[in-house]
């Protein structure tokens, strides 16, 4: 049933699906031998409860040399697929490059860029969205923060979109994800050598000197730490931009509310984030018996929490179907919840309210020239290309 999610059609508009599968049932145990589960309450309570998580990582036995394992063999993961105590003591090594307080020192520097951005876009009157806003942006942002330099950025777009496709569960994932992990190890090892003899003050050469400092943080740690973050920290915000442009023109309505009054845009930006979530789907392994919302789950099941299905539950929001940048409060699981709640959410949400600020303050109304194209992904929902004109 879940193949489902790979059709052309349920990748441009999954919502009907997904009322399909919440008609089943708000937790829904389907043949292939998942969880389903798109009820908000029950997806919250899955997400927050220890029954569930990511398990032992699996041992390879004849590694390759940029595979990084620990001394048990086992594959190194991010703290995104770990649980406590590792998950803890990774989680609380970068947590504090993202605290409110350290987000709102970069804003003055994401303003800048953002503006330069739009006024490109402006003097080419017709552009993609995509390609000169809502990737570059995003990109520049993680890359300056963990001091990566950014001629590299290149080779990052490649090796990240590859990494995004890892987070297609397994029943979906293509191979070409390990080639780009090897290649994005290596390339951290090497930056990792340079840094160490020459540190420049930023998240990762602070990385680098935790992990010479002893036991908390191994080599190998260190690595996935980075590549999660980049990548974390990049495609995801990308599609926040790109679907809330989206949603906006297609609620023209909406679109000229919130040009007319921005102050109400950090309200919008939630809205965005529930309407059309960028990431749309996590999963989860019950590391005991256990239950979900009424139906009862045996160790070792796997659940498939749909976020994006989760955050139009009619039982928790009214007219979920309906985006409304005035919705109060929009409730949502955009940015998930519990242990690994993002870590980079006052990040996110402050890139997209600067760049929405930025253009829809840019005193030039724009429209599409052409048909949106989504990418062929599934956890990470987004656009590959969104032609826009300034009028
Ligand atoms: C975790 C969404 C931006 C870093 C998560 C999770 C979601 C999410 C749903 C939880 C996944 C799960 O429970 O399985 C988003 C969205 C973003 C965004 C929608 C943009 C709109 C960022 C940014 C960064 C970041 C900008 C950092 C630079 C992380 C990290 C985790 C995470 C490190 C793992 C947290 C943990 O496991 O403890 N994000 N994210 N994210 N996010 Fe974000």
């Not at 001091?147 to 496709?165: I, K, N, Q, T």
Request: net charge negative.
């Amino acid at each position: 049933m879940l193949e489902n999610l790979l059709t052309p059609e349920t990748r441009t508009d999954p919502y009907p699906f997904y009322r399909q599968v919440f008609d089943r049932g708000p937790v829904f145990a389907a043949a292939d031998g998942f969880f389903v589960v798109s009820g908000f309450e029950e997806a919250s309570a899955l997400l927050k409860s220890p029954a569930f998580g990511h398990g032992e990582p699996e041992v390879l036995p004849d590694p390759h040399e940029n595979e990084p394992v620990d001394e048990q063999g086992r594959v190194v993961r991010s703290f995104l697929a770990l649980d406590p105590p590792d998950h803890t003591r990774l989680r609380r090594l970068v947590s504090k490059a993202f605290t409110p307080r350290m987000i709102e020192q970069l804003a003055p520097r994401i303003e800048e860029l953002a503006k330069e951005l739009v006024a490109k876009a402006l003097e080419m009157g017709e552009f993609d969205l995509m390609t000169e806003i809502a990737k570059p942006l995003p990109v520049v942002v993680i890359s300056e923060m963990l001091g990566v330099p950014l001629a590299d950025r290149g080779r990052f777009e490649g090796w990240s979109h590859a990494m995004g496709r890892a987070l297609d569960p397994s029943f979906l994932i293509a191979k070409e994800t390990v080639a780009a992990r090897r290649e994005f190890v290596a390339y951290f090892r090497e930056l990792a050598k340079e840094r160490r003899k020459r540190p420049t003050g930023d998240l990762f050469s602070d990385l680098v000197s935790v992990s010479d400092e002893g036991d908390r943080l191994s080599e190998g740690e260190l690595v996935i730490t980075a590549m999660l973050l980049l990548v974390a920290g990049h495609e995801t915000t990308t599609n926040l931009i790109g679907n809330g442009i989206l949603a906006l023109l297609n609620h023209p309505e909406q679109h000229r509310e919130l040009a007319g009054d921005r102050s109400k845009i950090p309200n919008a930006v939630e809205e965005m984030l529930r309407y059309d979530s960028p990431v749309q789907l996590t999963t989860r392994l019950a590391l005991r018996d256990t239950t979900i919302g009424d139906e009862v789950v045996g160790k070792g099941a796997q659940a498939v929490v749909l976020l994006g299905a989760a955050n139009r539950d009619p039982r928790t929001h009214e007219n979920p179907d309906r985006f409304d940048v005035d919705r109060p409060s929009p409730r949502h699981l955009a940015l998930g919840q519990g242990i690994h709640f993002c870590l980079g959410a006052p990040l996110a949400r402050m890139e997209g309210r600067i760049l929405f600020e930025a253009l829809l303050g840019a005193g030039r109304a724009f429209h599409r020239t052409a048909d949106p194209v989504w990418v062929k992904q599934v956890t990470l929902r987004g656009l590959e290309s969104l032609r826009l004109e300034f009028a």
